[in-house]
């Protein structure tokens, strides 16, 4: 038997995208980035893609990619209004 991968894809929430009403907002500091993956690994969204990118539609903004990232090249920024 073979095991199945879950694989999440953003969606639009009943309330719109998330990026509306989010307070924080992961920046990717390039030069610190050594594009592991675990950012994307442990997005709870799928907000970012293959190439590292932050789809901010869908992102949240609840820093689990900074936490996780081993050389801390996400920092977690307030939105500006």
Known sequence: MSAKLAISRPREGAAGKSGSW???????????CNEC?????????????????IDLDYCKGCGICAE????????MEREEK
């Open 22 to 32: 989010r307070t924080f907002r992961p920046v990717v500091d390039r030069e610190k």
């Open 37 to 53: 993956g675990l950012c994307r690994l442990y997005c709870p969204d799928a907000a970012i893609s293959v190439d590292l990118i």
């Open 68 to 75: 996780e990232c081993p050389k801390k090249a996400i920092s």
